[in-house]
């Protein structure tokens, strides 16, 4: 698990990704519902590329990931190099 300053140095290189208690998310709107499951889906591909997953929840065209590494319970270097290939996915 990182300690706070190295999450607070990693969270200042990331775009719009919040931090909430143990976890980075961030939300992602598209214009429709098929583009959103589109993003889901390569989303998908990376987290399996990566073998780590986020948590996601869909509604609508609003896509809300949260990434946290479970096992650890709390964020990893993990987290933050998912989060960078999501942002470069979009």
């Given at each position: 698990m ?6 607070n ?7 719009n990704?919040a931090l909430?208690g143990?976890?980075i ?12 499951l589109e ?11 990566l ?5 996601i ?11 946290t590494?479970?096992?650890e ?8 190099e ?5 942002d470069?996915?979009?």
């Open positions: 990182l300690s706070l300053n190295v999450i140095e990693k969270m200042s290189k990331l775009d990704w909430e143990s976890s998310t961030k939300d992602f709107r598209f214009g429709t519902f098929k583009g959103a993003f889901i889906n390569k989303i998908g591909e990376i987290a399996e590329k073998n780590h997953h986020p948590d929840t869909l509604s609508n065209n609003l896509v809300r990931l949260s990434l590494t479970h096992i319970n709390g964020l990893t270097s993990m987290d933050f998912l989060a960078e290939e999501i470069k996915a979009r």
